[in-house]
């Protein structure tokens, strides 16, 4: 079954913000598919495993108002996927982001 799941992230100036998304659990099979993200200038969109960075995307899109991010990886029990945005420009704002996601067992 394909899931999703939206997230507002509060930007913080000059820095990361981050929210746990999904969640690897025993019994269940979870793949990371897609993110789609808010069109920004100046922010950057990341994805982290635990604390390794697997999405690192500049969120300016000249033609877009949602960013598609293609992330394919499979969850094993207990990993966290994060997500979030990197502030470059030092603004303050929420953004959305959506988590899109596979989930069997």
Excluded at 5 to 15: L, M, Y
Excluded at 55 to 68: A, F, Q
Excluded at 72 to 96: I, Q
Aim: proline share 2%; charged share 25%.
């Amino acid at each position: 079954m394909i899931r999703s799941k939206r997230i507002a992230v509060t930007i913080i100036a000059n820095g990361e913000a981050l929210v746990d998304a999904v969640t690897g659990q025993a019994g269940v099979e979870r793949e990371i598919l897609e993110i789609w993200a808010e069109q920004a200038d100046d922010v950057i969109i990341r994805g982290y495993i635990d604390t390794d960075r697997i999405v690192d995307v500049h969120g300016e899109c000249d033609c877009l108002t949602v960013l598609p991010i293609p992330v394919h990886h499979k969850l094993k029990v207990g990993e966290v996927f994060s997500v979030g945005f990197l502030d470059e420009a030092g603004g303050d704002a929420a953004l959305e982001l959506t988590v899109f996601y596979s989930e069997t067992g």
